[in-house]
């Protein structure tokens, strides 16, 4: 069975560092990574997505993740935080394209000024 | 990409009264998924649907509180039945194109 593991649910940083939000994963196959991003009272926009291309993917907002096999992990950074950054993250898995996503419980990110 | 619209956006409603939220995507799609967002959580899924057949349902979900209806490729729709204030949520329909999900706006729900 599939899982998402999201360490920490909320994480603080003040404007101009780096965000870490951390996500391991659990998949008898080869898995499909995503990140979503939540803003208050809006829906889910995709961040970006890993599909067995480059483990290093790029997404909007200045965002990347780096898929790691042997760490079964999937964190998410970005090296300068902006206030607008703050928002709930959330790390799925699936392993197929007509599967629905395994979410994880979701990080807070805060961005202090 | 799909896009998903979907309504009501938000409803206020009385417990033990029902609520019917409808899915619409501009394109054709084997299946649409229904999630759910308690407040403060994560999302978990309802169940999965199915152009033609029933629905299939998630652990701890049940079609005679969550009946699903999927008419067409464009369209679901998800009852929420005999509402209580443990049903207040926000409601999510999806779509998947390949590898990638896409999500409606969500319907928030709250039941007092």
Redesign the interface.
């Known amino acids: 069975a599939q899982s998402v593991t999201q360490l920490g649910s909320h994480v603080s940083v003040s404007e101009g560092a780096l965000v870490l939000l951390r996500c391991n994963y659990s998949s008898s196959v080869p898995p499909y990574l995503f990140w979503y991003v939540q803003y208050p009272n809006q829906g889910l926009q995709l961040l970006l997505k890993y599909t067995s291309a480059a483990t290093l993917v790029k997404g909007i907002n200045g965002f990347e993740a780096e898929f790691k096999k042997s760490e079964t992990s999937f964190h998410l950074t970005k090296p300068s935080a902006h206030m607008s950054d703050a928002a709930e993250y959330f790390c799925a898995v699936s392993y197929s394209g007509n599967t629905p996503l395994v979410f994880g419980k979701g990080t807070r990110l805060s961005v202090i000024a | 990409s799909a896009v998903i619209s979907q309504k009501p956006s938000r409803d206020i409603c009385q417990r033990g009264t029902s609520l019917t939220i409808q899915c619409q995507v501009d394109s054709q799609v084997?299946?649409m998924?229904w999630y759910r967002q308690q407040p403060g959580?994560?999302?978990?899924?309802i169940a999965?649907a199915n152009q033609g057949s029933e629905a299939t349902y998630e652990s701890g979900f049940v079609i005679d509180k969550f009946p699903i209806s999927r008419p067409n490729l464009t369209f679901s729709t998800l009852t929420v039945s005999n509402m209580s204030p443990e049903d207040s949520s926000i409601y999510?329909c999806?779509v998947?194109?390949?590898?990638?999900?896409f999500?409606?706006?969500?319907t928030?729900l709250t039941v007092v």
Do not use: V
Not at chain 2, 41 to 45: D, K, R
Not at chain 2, 103 to 106: E, L, S, V, Y
């Open positions: 084997t299946m998924f959580q994560s999302l978990t899924l999965t999510l999806s998947q194109e390949g590898t990638e999900a999500f409606g706006q969500g928030r």
